[in-house]
């Protein structure tokens, strides 16, 4: 069974970032972009059931500017097999990523689609949903747990309240939660032979899909800044502020 | 002229620095309380290091290392110099160049054992009356009934108290040259069990867990199958050797500035006084700039420092300049990092101190700054002697 693995190119979660100042957006000039994290885990994921013999082979796969090659390699360098670039230099929203993927999964034939729950810069957590519905596959958000067993896939999903398992049949989405696993170091070794492995080159157009942007963003502004809190003497008054203050018990 | 690192040493960079970040950065208080590293805290670092493909990095390609060239390993030894010097210890990335001498069974009962971090070594040259003056050494290995016996007192031997062997420099004989007499300096590799050998700590203020201690040789007695690199050579290592010691010392200056600055930043950039923050104050701003063009500096000397080595471009003025800069580079901006912390900067519950105590040895060892002026000096003037 081959897994597909989406790895987004994101400002580095180390970085502070900074929204321009005309507010269109997110400063991104000279400044660190990485995997997003959840992506990671999605990689990482992949690659524990492949070492577990229930994949035979990864494939990553991401959408957007020549650069975004070297997040693949990074992918390759945790293990992967070979990655697909698809490259444009728009942005690319939500349902036309998903789009694209579907026409990915078309050529590819994965039996899993292994996606982060959302990328840490616009934070949509919309694709991997999206890619379910387009392609009628059942889908498993939200992971901490995922376990093949024949063509059966249990997901742990971790939800309001609590943890939730469902059982869902195989060619199946899965998106994955902070929890999943812990991934690992990009080894020297595989650092040295990710040069080596296959990167396709395609287009949006190459799955017939049209990238125009359907959304407008009016303005982006930093987070107002956080308050000072207040230290209690006693439980008695942190109770009793919880009550007449806050309002919460 | 590319500046850029490459896919393969921006991945290792990326790497390593969150290895650090979580297997080494969190048990730094730790060490720098207790002094020494926990048994199983070096256990974890070493299986960690070894799964991440870590372990031998540094070695060359027929002793099994990936054979990276200098700016490479250069690069990945700026990220290593942000850890603790003890923790990053731990790992078992390289050996010391010397070791690359044992022949016969020295190979197998030494330096194999050492690539795969099962022995540890301390090198021993410097002694109470003999710093930088390396060949005023009076430690001596006499010949008596085909054995070397070995009589002396070594001084701020790094790590002796966890090696498992010692590799010693000693004075094995006197040659009378037309130039008077002369020393010949012998390398023995020498067991820390060795009956008459005793390590004796010494209590540093810097790099803590990574400890000076003095080793005394009463009577030791060792064969000449100890000899490493032949008997009165034991000054002869190679250059590239040394130019690796100076150049991966710089490396790690220039790392260990960029945590430094880091926090500092963090620290300038909220801390506030006089309803502003103080990076705000041009006094605080002009060491923020400073320190940036200094790291910066730094940087730039050890990767052509790099690029030099790996052109056989090399040179000991070179080296002794890109050393220079870079220990007092670290040490400028950990005190301007003091300052600007304020009295923050003193207290032992926030890791500047450390930095600060730990920028300070820089200056001393691998050559103290004023032997590598005296160095540069000597050789940029060496043509105008009569």
Redesign the interface.
Known sequence: MKILVPVKRVVDYNVKIRVKPDGSGVDLANVKMSMNPFDEIGVEEALRLKEAGKATEVVVVSIGPAQAAETLRTGLAMGADRGILVKTDAAVEPLAVAKILKGVVEAEAPGLVILGKQAIDDDCAQTGQMLSALLGWSQGTFASKVVIDGDVLSVTREVDGGLQTVKLKMPAIVTTDLRLNEPRYASLPNIMKAKKKPIDEKTPADFGVDTTPRLKVLTTVEPGARKAGVKVGSVAELVQKLKSEAGVI | MDFALD??Q???V???E??CRRELYPHEAVVEELRYVPDEIKQEIRRKSL????DG?NLPEEWGG?GLDKQTKMQAERVMGKPSTALGQCMNRGVTGILFKCRDEQIEEYLLPSIRGERKNAFALTEPGAGSDARAIVTRAERQGGEWVINGVKQFISGADIADFIILIAVSGTDQTPKGPRKRFTAFLVDKASPGLRVEPMKSIVTRGYNPTMVYFDNVRVPDSKILGGEGEGFNTANEWLYDGRVALSAHCVGRAERIFDMTKEWAGSRKAFGRTIGEFQGIGFKIANMAIDIKLGDLMVKEAAWKMDNDLMNRTEASMVNYYCSEMVFRVADNAVQIFGGMGMMEDFPIQRFWRDARIERIWEGTSEIHQDVIAKDLLRPYRN
């Open positions: 896919f393969e921006q991945a290792l990326n790497s390593l969150e290895f799964e991440a493909g870590f990095m990936p």
